[in-house]
């Protein structure tokens, strides 16, 4: 299924802005594994010197940043499997905030990190790939909007794709 085929009520207008950056014909699985191997590329490429870097006090360093990616779509999929099998309990959100200095991703290597990230998006891709047509339509509530099955995947393309334009931006990368 196309990201194209989403509907307003599948997604809390909040992810709106995620959503607006993942092109209108990416198909879920397909663009799930492509963006995977695309960032896979720009992560292994930080240079050594920007990975504790920080643009402005207070504010991240790569390596907290790639930390969030890899808890938010770990966070995210796990929603995905209690909605795909028809769990409806309302899912809270999760602080981020508190996330971050907890994860020590500050102490961790770059590579840790890579490898996480890769068995995690692997694991979500085989997870998404035993979801029926009609689980992926499942529609649930988490963090106090609604969400669907097939909404999540590209929720955290546009997630990803948002904080890789940070990076550029702030951290020159």
């Not at 599948?10 to 607006?20: A, G």
């Not at 492509?34 to 402005?56: C, D, G, M, R, S």
């Not at 907290?64 to 409806?88: G, M, P, S």
């Amino acid at each position: 299924m196309k990201k194209k085929t989403l509907a307003k009520n599948e997604y809390d207008s909040y992810y709106q802005l995620y959503l607006n950056l993942v092109d209108e014909e990416t198909e879920l699985i397909q663009g799930f594994k492509e963006e995977h191997k695309k960032n896979l590329h720009f992560y292994q490429n930080i240079p050594v010197e920007k990975l504790h870097y920080q643009y402005a006090e207070g504010k991240w360093t790569p390596k907290e940043v790639f930390q969030h990616i890899i808890d938010t779509e770990r966070i995210f999929c796990y929603r995905a499997l209690r909605i795909a099998r028809k769990d409806f309990t309302e899912l809270p959100g999760f602080d981020q905030d508190a996330y971050v200095p907890n994860s020590y991703a500050n102490l961790k290597s770059l590579e840790q990190l890579l490898d996480e990230y890769s068995s995690l998006r692997l694991a979500n891709i085989s997870l998404y790939k035993g979801f029926s047509n009609e689980i992926l339509k499942n529609l649930g509530k988490a963090s106090k909007g609604p969400v669907s099955v097939r909404a999540i995947p590209f929720i955290l393309m546009g997630h990803e794709k948002h904080h890789i334009n940070i990076f550029k931006e702030k951290y020159k990368i």
